[in-house]
């Protein structure tokens, strides 16, 4: 793999509401409508503005992604994703891969240049968090071999569990 692609990948541990970047996905529900974790974290530093452009949007189906402005964040936009509930099923994977694979299709789409993840589907939803790392490290190396508009995409987590588990994994490609 192109060496260019990892220098184009940074992961960090912190709150995504704090990241100065294009845009941040949040690891939402199907309605859009905010909830726990993330979601409900990106929801209430972006401010009810949020909430109302979400209502508009009439939800968002497992593995698709929408765009809203990002209001109150320092990011300017939210890439909403659902990601699957896992049960172990060979759906999961595929369902997750989808997630990150439309996030960053339209990251692109929208001409942005950087955008961050949080770990999709690894909190209430119950992935485990070395499977979701390989999906989510694996399918932005090949999503950013084929595409050069974005140029940075931050994994941030909120543990240092996490934060090593991802790192760990990329160092090992």
């Given at each position: 793999?192109?060496?260019k692609i990892f220098e184009s990948i940074e992961i960090r541990q912190g709150n995504i509401t704090k990241l100065?970047?294009?845009?941040?996905?949040n690891a939402a529900n199907r309605s859009l409508l905010g909830g726990g974790g993330v979601d409900g974290a990106i929801h209430r530093a972006a401010g009810p503005e949020l909430l109302t452009e979400c209502r508009s949007i009439g939800g968002c189906p497992t593995g698709e992604a929408r765009i809203t402005r990002g209001y109150n964040l320092?990011?300017?936009y939210v890439i909403h994703t659902v990601g699957p509930v896992y049960s172990g099923k060979p759906q999961d994977s595929r369902l997750l891969t989808q997630c990150?694979?439309?996030s960053l299709k339209?990251?692109?789409?929208?001409?942005l240049t950087s955008v961050a993840f949080p770990a999709i589907s690894?909190?209430?939803?119950?992935?485990p968090i070395k499977e979701a790392c390989?999906?989510?490290?694996?399918t932005t190396c090949n999503f950013l071999a084929s595409?050069?508009?974005l140029k940075k995409v931050i994994f941030i987590l909120f543990s240092s569990e996490d934060y090593n588990t991802y790192t760990d994994y990329l160092n090992s490609r």
């Amino acid at each position: 793999m192109d060496k260019k692609i990892f220098e184009s990948i940074e992961i960090r541990q912190g709150n995504i509401t704090k990241l100065e970047v294009d845009a941040i996905v949040n690891a939402a529900n199907r309605s859009l409508l905010g909830g726990g974790g993330v979601d409900g974290a990106i929801h209430r530093a972006a401010g009810p503005e949020l909430l109302t452009e979400c209502r508009s949007i009439g939800g968002c189906p497992t593995g698709e992604a929408r765009i809203t402005r990002g209001y109150n964040l320092p990011a300017g936009y939210v890439i909403h994703t659902v990601g699957p509930v896992y049960s172990g099923k060979p759906q999961d994977s595929r369902l997750l891969t989808q997630c990150y694979l439309n996030s960053l299709k339209l990251a692109s789409d929208h001409n942005l240049t950087s955008v961050a993840f949080p770990a999709i589907s690894c909190g209430v939803y119950g992935y485990p968090i070395k499977e979701a790392c390989k999906i989510a490290i694996d399918t932005t190396c090949n999503f950013l071999a084929s595409n050069t508009s974005l140029k940075k995409v931050i994994f941030i987590l909120f543990s240092s569990e996490d934060y090593n588990t991802y790192t760990d994994y990329l160092n090992s490609r």
